[in-house]
C-alpha cells in the first residue's frame, strides 16, 4: 500500500509557473508508475501527464504539452509536475495517482492509489 501527499499548489498569476510534489510513503516507489490528474469546478477529472517507474517514459494532455513537465526522483519517493506558462483554465485540484505497473497509464480507472489534491489557482 503506498500513500500520497501533494503540496506545492497556490495562487499564481496567468504567465506563472509552479511546481506540485507528491510525496510516496511506503517502499517499492520504484515499481509505481506514476500521473497527475486534475478537476475543476464543475468538470470531471482529467489525465494531466503520467510518467513511467524509471522517469524515462512521459506521456501528457494536449492542453498542458510544452508547458508542463514530469519527473520522479525514486530516491526521494517523489513525483514532481513543474507547470509553467500557466492559463486560467488551469485552475483546479491537481490530484497525484500511482498504480504498479511498467506502463503509462492515462485513464483515471487505472490507478489504485490517490492523494487528497492540492489546489492550484491561476489567476488572470
Known amino acids: 500500500q503506498v500513500q500520497l501527499v501533494e503540496s506545492g499548489g497556490g495562487l499564481v498569476q496567468a504567465g506563472g509557473s509552479l511546481r506540485l510534489s507528491c510525496a510516496a510513503s511506503?517502499?517499492?516507489?520504484?515499481?509505481?508508475?506514476m500521473g497527475w490528474f486534475r478537476q475543476a469546478p464543475g468538470k470531471e477529472r482529467e489525465f494531466v501527464s503520467a510518467?513511467?517507474?524509471?522517469?524515462?517514459?512521459?506521456y501528457y494532455a494536449d492542453s498542458v504539452k510544452g508547458r508542463f513537465s514530469i519527473s520522479r526522483d525514486n530516491a526521494k519517493n517523489t513525483v514532481y509536475l513543474q507547470m509553467s506558462s500557466l492559463k486560467p483554465e488551469d485552475t483546479a485540484v491537481y490530484y497525484c495517482?500511482?498504480?504498479?505497473?511498467?506502463?503509462?497509464?492515462?485513464?483515471?480507472?487505472?490507478?489504485?492509489?490517490w492523494g487528497q489534491g492540492t489546489q492550484v489557482t491561476v489567476s488572470s
Open positions: 511506503g517502499r517499492a516507489f520504484s515499481t509505481y508508475a
Open positions: 510518467i513511467s517507474q524509471s522517469g524515462g517514459s512521459t
Open positions: 495517482a500511482a498504480r504498479v505497473g511498467s506502463w503509462l497509464y492515462v485513464v483515471e480507472e487505472e490507478y489504485d492509489h
